[in-house]
């Protein structure tokens, strides 16, 4: 028995099957998750950590879909997040894939650059009850 496959890729044996590379096919029927990438992320935990030290957040999180990563941030561990740093690679070409969002959904900033829109973040932000 050898590492060899029976049919070269792609040829059809005579039953009509095909000869399918397994990480191509796991690729193509579970499409990796979106993440967000180290330096990215580095801009946001530095944003964080400056809230924290202000007394505004206390508690994140982070979610990882097929479709896009979302950061949220919580004054407290049980409520709604405060805010939500989204990374939407489909409207990367469009609107920007960065999006900083509120409690009630309202975009608060959108673009293409992920350190201007957490520009938003330099103003003073507070949830008005």
């Known amino acids: 028995m050898t590492d060899q496959p029976d049919f070269p890729r792609g040829s059809k044996p005579e039953d009509g099957s095909v000869v399918v590379d397994l990480n191509q096919y796991k690729q193509n029927r579970d499409p990796l998750p979106i993440t967000f990438h180290r330096r990215e992320l580095d801009a946001i935990l530095w944003i964080y950590g400056r809230m924290v030290g202000e007394g505004e ?17 919580f004054k407290r561990s049980g409520e709604m997040p405060l805010f939500r740093i989204e990374k939407n690679p489909k409207l990367a070409a469009k609107q920007g894939a960065y999006s900083v969002v509120n409690t009630h959904g309202m975009i608060l900033k959108r673009g293409h650059d992920l350190q201007q829109v957490l520009k938003v973040f330099d103003k003073v932000l507070k949830l008005v009850d």
Do not use: G, L, N, R
């Open 57 to 73: 957040w206390k508690d994140y999180a982070i979610d990882h879909t097929k479709e896009k990563a979302v950061f949220s941030v």
